[in-house]
Structure formats: C-alpha cells, structure tokens
C-alpha cells in the first residue's frame, strides 16, 4: 500500500514539473533567444551632410602700383567749402606700407569779412584757386573681407596716411602738412574704390596774423592696379 502512494506520489511530481516548464515557455517567462549582432560599426552613427559654400575671393593684382582719380569736397578754412578733384599714384612697398603722391585743386568762397563789407575783395579770382601736390607714407592698419551675398567675398583695408608737399593759394606757395585716414573696397582682382579723409596744414597770413589753416578734404576714389 505504501509503495504504492509512493509510486503515484512521483508520478504527481513529474507532471506537475512538464506542467511549470510549458507555462513558463507558454507566458513568455523561458530562455529568451539572444538578438542577432548588430551589422553597423561601432563608431559615429550619424553622417552629417554639411554643404560648403563656394566664394571666390578676389584678390590684389601682383603688379604694385596704383593710380586713380578722385572727386569731394574740401573745406577751406575762413573761405568756405567748395568741389575738390585730383589723382592719385602710389606705389607698395609691402603689404602693409605704400607710397602715395597726390595733386588735386579747388576753389575758395569768399570770407565773411568780403560778405559783411559789401564788395571789398581780398583775393582775385585766380588767387581764390587752390592747387596742393604731396607725397605722403600710408600703412594698412586693418586689412579684412567684406562678404556680400552668399558666394562672393571682397578684399578691404583701412589705413592712415601722412605726409609733405605744398599747396598754391593766395598767391604764394605754402609748405604743407597733410594726414588723414581710408578705406580701400577691392571690386576686381585689378580695381579699388576709395573713401579717404585728409587734413592739409598750411600757415597764412592774410588777415594781419600769421596762423595755421586746417583744411578738411572728403573724398571718393577710383585707382586700378598695374
């Protein structure tokens, strides 16, 4: 009697052992297939495409000098402000130093003692022309690029320039002194505009007192390199 619980007491056990084992596959809770290896490199996943923009820069001619024309104004002191015109030479010494020599010419107003007096004239008509030749030292202080629009970049540079020459007015030849600044936009590889700001010093005496005149220039410019 005994071996014979004992017989269909593990014959429970064994059934009830197949039982666990397929619920276990049946709700998911058995060995598990392990996942195929990836077929990517390990590494950088993602592959930026960056698009590059083409700009085409022009750049200075090799050839070193540079003449130009150029159109302003100048204001004479005591005879009021009028049109100045002229040209422009010079040479580059380096990338940063330049030789220029300049001639340019305006006229003078008259002063306001000739307007206050009614007619009395200080100065004839001839005498009124204003006629300056100077040779000057610049530096590039600032070279750079300006970029307009999206594919096309043009070569600048901001200088300082100064130097000698005398200037014909009043019926003498005066020594004189000039500085100023400007900017140089290359349109071309060979073609330049120019925005400049000169100061030209020279004494004058025709009120009864000797003093130093200042006589501001404004002007824009147009040089090719050869």
Do not use: W
């Not at 052992?17 to 596959?25: I, L, R, S």
């Not at 040209?87 to 380096?94: G, P």
């Not at 002063?111 to 030292?137: H, P």
């Amino acid at each position: 009697m005994e071996s014979r619980f004992r017989v269909l007491f593990l014959i429970a056990v064994t059934v009830l052992m197949t039982g666990c084992a397929a619920t276990k596959n049946l709700f998911g809770f058995g060995n598990e297939e392990a996942p195929p290896p990836s077929a990517e490199p390990p590494g950088q996943v993602i592959d930026p495409e960056v698009e590059r923009r083409k700009i085409k820069e022009p750049a200075i001619d090799r050839e070193d000098f540079e003449i130009g024309a150029f159109a302003g104004v100048m204001s004479i002191e005591d005879f009021g402000t009028g049109l100045v015109y002229g040209a422009r030479l010079a040479y580059h010494l380096t990338e940063g130093f330049f030789v220029e020599a300049a001639v340019g010419q305006s006229d003078g107003g008259e002063t306001s003692f000739e307007i206050l007096s009614g007619g009395a004239q200080l100065l004839s008509d001839s005498e009124r022309r204003l006629t300056y030749y100077n040779v000057g030292l610049g530096y590039n202080i600032l070279p750079g690029e300006v970029f307009l629009g999206k594919g096309r970049a043009y070569n600048t540079s901001l200088y300082v320039i100064a130097g000698l020459g005398s200037t014909r007015f009043a019926g003498d030849d005066r020594f004189t002194v000039n500085y100023g600044a400007g900017y140089r936009f290359l349109l071309t590889d060979s073609i330049a505009l120019h925005l400049d700001f000169r100061d030209h010093l020279f004494d004058i005496d025709l009120f009864g007192e000797e003093k130093t005149a200042h006589n501001l220039e404004g002007s824009l410019g147009v040089t090719v390199f050869f």
